[in-house]
């Protein structure tokens, strides 16, 4: 199996930047979809991007703008690139990579956005 290790969340201040990154346990990471997801209190699990293996990303209309995923296949790697943020993008965010009938998720990291 896939294990994944989220880091990059914290604290930040409305209006500020944040990169999540989500390293890989092995290399077959560059043939997985890896999506970023999140769930804020109270609220359901969504996704806000998605990278596929040959580099085309997808995000959901509603999160169009701020959010920008990428992949670095040397380095098992992806990462998520937030920019502007809110108060409402405060959740726990997920990694996921998937593959035919597999699927895997990482714990999570937090993201406040408070002044």
């Known amino acids: 199996q896939v294990q994944l290790v989220e880091s990059g969340g914290g604290l930040v201040q409305p209006g500020g930047s944040l990169r999540l990154s989500c390293a890989a346990s092995?290399?077959?990471?560059?043939?997985?979809?890896m999506g970023w997801y999140r769930q804020g209190p109270g609220k359901q699990r969504e996704s806000v991007a998605t990278?596929?293996?040959?580099?085309?990303?997808y995000y959901p209309d509603s999160m169009k703008g701020r959010f920008t995923i990428s992949r670095d296949n040397a380095k098992n790697t992806v990462y998520l690139q937030m920019n502007s943020l809110k108060p409402e993008d405060t959740a726990v965010y997920y990694c996921?990579?998937?593959?035919?009938?597999?699927?895997?998720w990482g714990q999570g990291t937090q993201v406040t956005v408070s002044s």
């Open positions: 092995r290399s077959i990471f560059s043939t997985y979809t």
């Open positions: 990278i596929f293996s040959g580099g085309i990303t």
């Open positions: 996921k990579a998937a593959a035919g009938s597999r699927e895997y």
